[in-house]
């Protein structure tokens, strides 16, 4: 009966087990011998409880009680029942590969693959009686990649490896996750699904080898142009071969301006200028902040009446405070605050009596990551948070612009990047941040529905004052002949390295 079964999901075993198993680096097998040499093994015959459930005899639960543990993890036995899961202080850990809201079972990445889903999760959970539908202790949300599920599978597995690590942790220094939540309510989980049948394969095959092709063309040909928005209008688009986004405002000795990044097509880099209407006209200064990186995000802050801009410079390897010496256009650099860190959109605010330097740190799953440095001076020295990354949220991490207080409020933005990079702002409010973690909450989204540039917002900030002036940035795509150029070199350098 069993053969009869797997003859029904035969196009999945040898897609997984020839194609997949070839290219997830995260299915290949890796000896643990050595790791595992010091560790006292106990052998383990699991009992059957219903159709799918597995029990560990009562002789082994007391063993593993008298071990006092702090918490067990477990990498088998099937859905595991009964008084083991309360052998130890903390329970039994598993990790769910997959979001449990709109997907159970397995495999894991699959089906969000499979249906188009924007985002693929994963889920440490403390193990409890019901199915799928336990304690949360911490839950990672990514990007699909929708053309792929060798990497979609690597993605959620490989970048879940520190989670029981940082869980670890806090148990160490007895910080519960301040997002702890509990899942047990059956009504808002996914459906259970399994293996793909043949019938599903194919229909799968079909979609993918239409994604492949369009991932690639808009990989190579399309290209973005980012525009800016002050107080509802658009400005014109001022840069010939390239764009204004980034946008920070200040408001300073009666004038009005902004800090930008000016995006250069010819040599994919940015540069900090400043823009400023003079007598009714837009003029912009490029260059303020010269340096031989790419330039990006010019976080504007004021301290003790200075005021500071803390640029994306990941390709330093840095984070840089720099010093305005001559309002609005000249600029020295005064210290590093971070080193051996390639941070995007590091934003620096000031918030419970303390400075706070957050960012997300560049990797493949970069868009998802937001990690937290903290200090007592502008200047640092910057200490890393103990629980870094402090959210992994593909929807809503990647910071959008500073962060302001409204009624006492803190309001964090941030970008929505599950479907696409920059795809939105979400605006978020933030319960608690402090040395046990981040809790926040969305309360609104930022997005251009209608007009010539809908396809993206990445940015927006905004002054002080009873009527502030708001700033957003959005996008449009085109075709462009000087990227595909680029594009192309760049992925047959990348095979020939190979």
Same mark, same amino acid.
């Given at each position: 009966?069993?053969?009869?079964?797997?003859?029904?999901?035969?196009?999945?075993d040898?897609?997984?087990?020839r194609w997949?198993a070839? /290219?997830?680096?995260?299915?290949?097998?890796?000896?643990?011998?050595?790791l595992?040499?010091? !560790?006292?093994? *106990?052998?383990v015959?699991? =009992? /059957?409880?219903?159709?799918?459930?597995?029990?560990?005899?009562?002789?082994? #639960?007391?063993?593993l009680?008298?071990?006092?543990?702090?918490?067990?993890?477990?990498?088998?036995?099937?859905?595991?029942r009964?008084?083991? @899961?309360?052998a130890?202080r903390?329970? *039994?850990?598993?990790?769910h590969?997959?979001?449990?809201?709109? +997907?159970?079972?397995g495999?894991p990445?699959?089906?969000?693959?499979? $249906?188009?889903?924007d985002?693929?999760? =994963?889920?440490?959970? &403390? @193990?409890?009686?019901?199915?799928?539908?336990?304690e949360?202790?911490e839950?990672?949300?990514? !990007?699909?990649?929708?053309h792929?599920y060798p990497?979609?599978?690597?993605?959620?597995?490989? %970048?879940s490896?520190?989670?029981?690590?940082? $869980? $670890?942790?806090?148990? &160490?220094?007895?910080e519960?996750?301040?997002?702890?939540?509990?899942?047990?309510?059956?009504?808002?989980?996914?459906?259970i699904?399994k293996?793909?049948?043949?019938?599903?394969?194919?229909v799968?095959?079909?979609?993918?080898s239409l994604r492949? *092709?369009?991932? %690639?063309?808009?990989? +190579?040909?399309?290209a973005?142009?980012?525009?800016?928005?002050?107080?509802?209008?658009?400005?014109?688009e001022?840069v010939t071969?390239?764009?204004?986004?980034?946008?920070?405002?200040?408001?300073?000795?009666?004038r009005?301006v902004?800090l930008?990044?000016?995006?250069?097509?010819a040599? %994919? &880099?940015?540069? +900090?200028?400043v823009?400023?209407?003079?007598?009714?006209?837009?003029?912009?200064?490029?260059?303020?902040?010269?340096?031989?990186?790419?330039?990006?995000?010019?976080?504007?802050?004021?301290s003790?009446?200075?005021?500071f801009?803390v640029?994306?410079?990941?390709?330093?390897?840095?984070?840089?405070?720099?010093?305005?010496?001559?309002?609005?256009d000249?600029?020295s650099?005064v210290s590093?605050?971070?080193?051996?860190?390639? @941070?995007?959109?590091p934003?620096?605010?000031r918030?419970?009596?303390k400075?706070?330097?957050?960012?997300?740190?560049?990797?493949?799953?970069?868009?998802?990551?937001?990690s937290a440095?903290? $200090?007592?001076?502008?200047?640092?020295?910057?200490?890393?948070?103990?629980?870094?990354?402090i959210?992994?949220?593909?929807?809503?991490?990647?910071?959008?612009?500073?962060?302001y207080?409204?009624?006492?409020?803190?309001?964090?933005?941030s970008?929505?990047c599950?479907?696409?990079?920059?795809?939105?702002?979400?605006?978020?409010?933030v319960?608690?941040?402090?040395?046990?973690g981040?809790?926040?909450?969305? *309360?609104?989204?930022i997005?251009? !529905?209608?007009?010539?540039? &809908?396809?993206?917002?990445?940015? =927006?900030?905004?002054?002080?004052?009873?009527v502030?002036?708001? =700033?957003?940035?959005?996008?449009?795509?085109? @075709?462009?002949?000087a990227?595909?150029?680029?594009?192309? #070199?760049?992925?047959?350098l990348?095979?020939?390295e190979?």
């Open positions: 009966m069993g053969r009869r079964k797997r003859r029904g999901r035969l196009a999945w040898v897609y997984n087990n997949v070839r /290219r997830a680096l995260s299915v290949r097998r890796m000896p643990c011998g050595d595992m040499s010091s !560790a006292a093994v *106990v052998e015959l699991p =009992v /059957r409880v219903g159709r799918f459930g597995r029990a560990l005899p009562s002789a082994t #639960v007391e063993l009680r008298s071990l006092d543990l702090d918490f067990i993890i477990r990498f088998g036995f099937g859905i595991l009964g008084d083991v @899961l309360h130890s903390s329970g *039994v850990w598993s990790f590969h997959d979001d449990e809201r709109q +997907i159970r079972g495999p990445g699959f089906w969000e693959v499979f $249906a188009g889903l985002t693929s999760g =994963v889920l440490l959970q &403390r @193990l409890t009686h019901s199915l799928d539908a336990g949360v202790i839950r990672r949300i990514f !990007a699909t990649i929708k792929s990497r979609n599978r690597d993605r959620v597995n490989l %970048a490896v520190d989670m029981i690590g940082l $869980a $670890a942790r806090r148990l &160490r220094f007895r519960p996750h301040p997002a702890f939540v509990p899942s047990n309510d059956e009504r808002m989980l996914g459906p699904l293996d793909p049948s043949n019938a599903q394969m194919s799968f095959v079909a979609r993918q492949i *092709v369009r991932a %690639a063309w808009t990989g +190579i040909m399309r973005d142009t980012w525009a800016i928005s002050l107080d509802g209008n658009w400005l014109p001022m071969n390239g764009y204004l986004a980034d946008p920070f405002l200040v408001e300073r000795d009666g009005l902004m930008v990044e000016e995006f250069d097509e040599t %994919a &880099r940015g540069r +900090i200028s823009l400023e209407s003079v007598d009714g006209a837009w003029t912009l200064t490029s260059n303020v902040m010269p340096q031989d990186v790419h330039l990006s995000y010019p976080m504007v802050v004021e003790g009446g200075d005021l801009c640029p994306e410079t990941w390709q330093s390897n840095a984070v840089q405070l720099w010093k305005c010496t001559s309002f609005p000249r600029w650099p590093p605050l971070v080193t051996d860190v390639q @941070l995007v959109d934003t620096l605010f918030h419970g009596g400075w706070w330097l957050l960012g997300s740190v560049r990797s493949e799953s970069t868009n998802a990551g937001l440095w903290i $200090a007592d001076r502008i200047e640092g020295p910057y200490i890393a948070h103990q629980f870094n990354p959210k992994v949220d593909v929807g809503s991490s990647r910071p959008a612009g500073a962060p207080v409204d009624d006492g409020i803190l309001y964090r933005p970008q929505d599950s479907s696409s990079y920059g795809a939105a702002v979400v605006v978020n409010r319960e608690t941040l402090d040395d046990s981040l809790v926040e909450y969305p *309360v609104d989204r997005e251009h !529905a209608n007009g010539p540039y &809908r396809s993206g917002c990445h940015t =927006v900030n905004r002054t002080g004052g009873p502030p002036h708001i =700033v957003v940035d959005g996008r449009r795509y085109r @075709l462009s002949s990227r595909a150029r680029r594009e192309v #070199v760049a992925r047959l990348r095979r020939r190979r």
